[in-house]
T-cell receptor, first 111, second 114 residues
Framework: RKEVEQDPGPFNVPEGATVAFNCTYS??????FFWYRQDCRKEPKLLMS???SGNEDGRFTAQLNRASQYISLLIRDSKLSDSATYLCVLYGSSNTGKLIFGQGTTLQVKP | GAGVSQSPSNKVTEKGKDVELRCDPI?????LYWYRQSLGQGLEFLIY????????KSGLPSDRFSAERTGGSVSTLTIQRTQQEDSAVYLCASSQSGGSYEQYFGPGTRLTVT
């Protein structure tokens, strides 16, 4: 079983839609979680960290459910510029910062 | 300031040849990571350097892969006797220190082994 699993999509949504992605992880000892964004043929960039209490950054909301070992990302009022691959990421080792990546979920926002 | 830079941006090589990929981290960042992204696969960790500590090589897929970091700055990833399955994008990242600091990724080197 992969350490981090995501539905690869693609998710095709119209502008203005609300879309949610989930990600599950296998290691219950994992402590730190993130969402990264990767545009086509570009490097990944940190979108937001995921906190136990949930956190929001503008149109983006991240949630963590430790009991069920899943993380979610909600995007409200989707923009064309949100089209990208969203990577669910956690620390493989909090001491080193080694990151474990999911395969990513592709979002395509259509006009 | 300048971000993480990598060279070359693209490399095409013949099977069996050796290749060297270079990474220049952000100035002052003591932690440096190499990852690999194969087509249709997620990023996978290869190796981690932190200051003068022994590197964490636990992600290197075979002994054909090696990396060094000279002077605590520039890093070189070497792949000997390349195979077609080595074709991937090799990404370097750096952070202020190991642990929970944000990692900044370079643009990657796209390696194609023919």
């Amino acid at each position: 079983r992969k350490e981090v699993e995501q539905d690869p999509g693609p998710f095709n949504v119209p502008e203005g839609a609300t879309v949610a992605f989930n990600c599950t992880y296998s290691n219950s000892a994992s402590q730190s979680f993130f969402w990264y964004r990767q545009d086509c043929r570009k490097e990944p960039k940190l979108l937001m960290s995921v906190y136990s209490s949930g956190n929001e950054d503008g149109r983006f909301t991240a949630q963590l459910n430790r009991a069920s070992q899943y993380i979610s990302l909600l995007i409200r009022d989707s923009k064309l510029s949100d089209s990208a691959t969203y990577l669910c990421v956690l620390y493989g080792s909090s001491n080193t910062g080694k990151l474990i990546f999911g395969q990513g979920t592709t979002l395509q926002v259509k006009p | 300031g300048a971000g993480v830079s990598q060279s070359p941006s693209n490399k095409v090589t013949e099977k069996g040849k050796d290749v060297e990929l270079r990474c220049d981290p952000i100035s002052g960042h003591t932690a440096l990571y190499w990852y690999r992204q194969s087509l249709g696969q997620g990023l996978e960790f290869l190796i981690y350097f932190q200051g003068n500590s022994a590197p964490d090589k636990s992600g290197l897929p075979s002994d054909r892969f090696s990396a060094e970091r000279t002077g605590g700055s520039v890093s070189t990833l070497t792949i000997q006797r390349t195979q077609q399955e080595d074709s991937a994008v090799y990404l370097c990242a750096s952070s202020q220190s190991g642990g929970s600091y944000e990692q900044y990724f370079g643009p990657g080197t796209r390696l194609t082994v023919t």
